[in-house]
């Protein structure tokens, strides 16, 4: 896999801060609990989250859920090494949250530059 972008780095510091401030679900299990809970989630998965797992985003995306943002050139041990875990393929957010808002931001930006490209 290629090196993340800039953008994808800050993200992953970004997210490693939101799990340390305890706002973090990390791992589909967690993030499907905080979905039973009530209210939306921006989910951050990496390039090789596998099919079960996005199986099931998806289909809460499309219930108006959660949003789904993919992490580029990020694996589940690039992941789980920036918030501390073994490995993960998924982390979640509450859609309003600061945290989430400034990832969405700094990944849009990086999406922006890819076009200009």
């Known amino acids: 896999?290629?090196?993340?972008?800039?953008?994808?780095?800050k993200a992953l510091s970004l997210l490693g801060l939101?799990?340390?401030a305890g706002a973090l679900f990390i791992g589909q299990d967690?993030?499907?609990?905080?979905l039973r809970g009530g209210g939306e989630l921006a989910v951050f998965v990496t390039?090789?989250?596998?099919?079960g797992a996005m199986r099931k985003f998806l289909a809460a995306e499309e219930r108006g859920r959660l949003k789904i943002y993919k992490l580029k050139n990020t694996g589940r041990a690039?992941?789980?090494?920036?918030?501390?875990?073994?490995?993960a393929q998924a982390a979640a957010l509450p859609a309003g949250s600061g945290f989430a808002?400034?990832?969405i931001a700094v990944l849009n930006e990086d999406r922006r530059s890819d076009a200009d490209e």
Do not use: Q, T, W, Y
């Open 47 to 51: 390039e090789d989250a596998g099919g």
């Open 78 to 87: 690039l992941l789980g090494k920036s918030l501390g875990v073994g490995a």
């Open 30 to 34: 967690k993030i499907a609990e905080a």
């Open 1 to 9: 896999m290629a090196e993340p972008s800039a953008a994808a780095k």
């Open 18 to 20: 939101a799990r340390g």
């Open 101 to 103: 808002e400034k990832i």
